[in-house]
């Protein structure tokens, strides 16, 4: 935004998604693909919190704002599917796909990664406007500063979750597979995708046409991340 805000007592908390993340982690089994997101997330937003305290972001109302809406989509899904709840479809191939034994870590964390950039984040610019009162081109740059933390964080997932030299030869398809994906394209689509949301704010009907086609899309590129590879 144009100028630097402030937090008051009204403005969302990081903390507190990040919070409510770590009950996640502590709930869940290490390798329950679910959980190996949800660590990966948690460290994004510890990251994030880390940023705003430092003063990394101009405006820190327009970036909490931001992080905790786009959260809140992630953990409205876990508490939907524990509800007995069936998730989103960009969701349901991580939720369908967490117990299984064929499917590597590495897998679990982008496929997660997907679901969350591909359709979450769209969804979330939109609800930050609304809620700042303000159009989307004035949250750019807490847009590209967040993105620029998660490719980051992208980078040390792939190196510490990838199979070693000694996988590398038999996982060659899944290696092919994973490098054909990249967070930055999602990023861009997802920042595309907002401004396409905005601008159909006052046809809901063609909004909500859009967010389910967006959704489909996203699930069916989830369900490839996530071919068991045994």
Known sequence: MTQTGHITADTPHVTAVASRMRALDERWPRTDGVAVFNRIYLAVTEEIDSRLRSGAFPDVVAAQTLDVRFA???????????????????????????????????????????????????????????????????????????????????????????????????????THLLGSWSLERAREAAWSAARVLWSLRELPDLAEEFTQRMDAGVGLVGRCLLTPWR
Do not use: K
């Open 72 to 174: 809140e989509h992630y953990l409205d899904v876990v508490d939907h599917v524990a509800e007995g709840g069936r998730p989103p479809a960009c969701w349901r191939p991580l939720f369908q796909y967490r117990g299984h034994r064929g499917v590597r870590p590495l897998q679990f964390a982008l496929a997660g990664i997907n679901a969350h950039i591909g359709h979450d984040l769209a969804l979330a610019v939109v609800d930050t406007c609304r809620s700042l009162d303000c159009e989307p081109r004035m949250i750019e740059d807490e847009f590209d500063r967040v993105g620029e933390i998660l490719v980051t964080l992208e980078e040390r997932i792939r190196e510490e979750l990838m199979p070693g030299p000694d996988l590398l030869q038999v996982a060659d398809p899944l």
